[in-house]
């Protein structure tokens, strides 16, 4: 084994131990001590390779599987499945709330669209000239076609090449967090991320880019796992860092955030049904809707009444 493949031994169990202690619960302590051993490991590899950083490592091959039959969509209709572990169109949502644009948008429960949400772009009538899907792409769509560009552009990085870059660089790079398809990968991303923005928020800047709250900001808050209420990130950001601790606080208390939550928190499947009723789901991971029922009971002359 080459002194590399080495090294990238080292980062792989470096990543794995993130993950590990994150899912145990650890001690913030542990975990900003597991990640710090993860970046230096990362620093070595970089050092010894030209400061090009490791390989990523190969995703697994995907199965092939029945083509999804999606319904109808209407210009401008968000649509997303509410099961259990599903993407939601957090980014989208968040930033239509933001600017008070989200009556624009129309939400459809759809539970072949698990993979990622999907928007109807602009059309004539009912039904929408195109369908785009990814978060992300949703909500890029949104901001740059709506005729607010008052209120849309500024998310998006202004009206100049330079801050539109520098949005994209941070949705690039909270892409790769979010975007993992293994334990080792996902740990990775997720302490170069927590780093990252430490870093950039050094320079006294309130958020990611300037002193205003772009697409970046909630992009990096969502991979960062404070998206949706009910799937919080299990480390407490805080501890990793006085900056990047600062930032996640100012965006989980946005007004907006705590909308965007309320919106899709209870359409997730994750919200449990009371212990005491369970119900088989009719689709695996869909959440169950509370349902009172009243049965009529004829004994003799007497009728008893009795409600679930």
Partial sequence: MSELESLKAVIDAAA?????????????????????????AKAAYAEKNANKPPPANARPAKKKGKTAQFGKVEPLQLCFSPNDGAALPFVTLMCAVLIGLDPDLKLK?????????????HGVGTTADKV????????KYFLNTHQRTDLAQPLTGGPDCMGEAEVDQWIEYSLRCKGASDATSFG????????????????????????SITIADIAVFDALGGGVKVHPCAVDIASLGPEVGRWF??????????????LLTGINGSTEFPSDGVLDPLVSGCHMLEVRVTIEAIIGANKIYCSW
């Avoid at 785009?132 to 909500?139: H, Q």
């Avoid at 606080?249 to 909308?259: G, M, R, S, Y």
């Fill in 249 to 262: 606080k100012l965006i989980e208390n946005n007004p907006a955030t705590v909308k965007t939550r309320h």
């Fill in 188 to 211: 990775q991303g997720w302490g170069e991320l927590v780093q990252s923005v430490e870093d950039a928020l050094a320079k006294g800047t309130a958020y990611l880019i300037g002193s």
């Fill in 16 to 40: 794995a131990n993130v993950v590990k202690l994150k899912g145990e619960g650890a001690e913030p302590s542990a975990i900003k001590g597991a990640v710090g051993e993860l970046l230096a």
């Fill in 109 to 121: 429960m759809d539970i072949n669209r698990a993979a990622a949400p999907a928007l109807g772009t």
């Fill in 132 to 139: 785009i899907s990814g978060d992300i792409t949703c909500a």
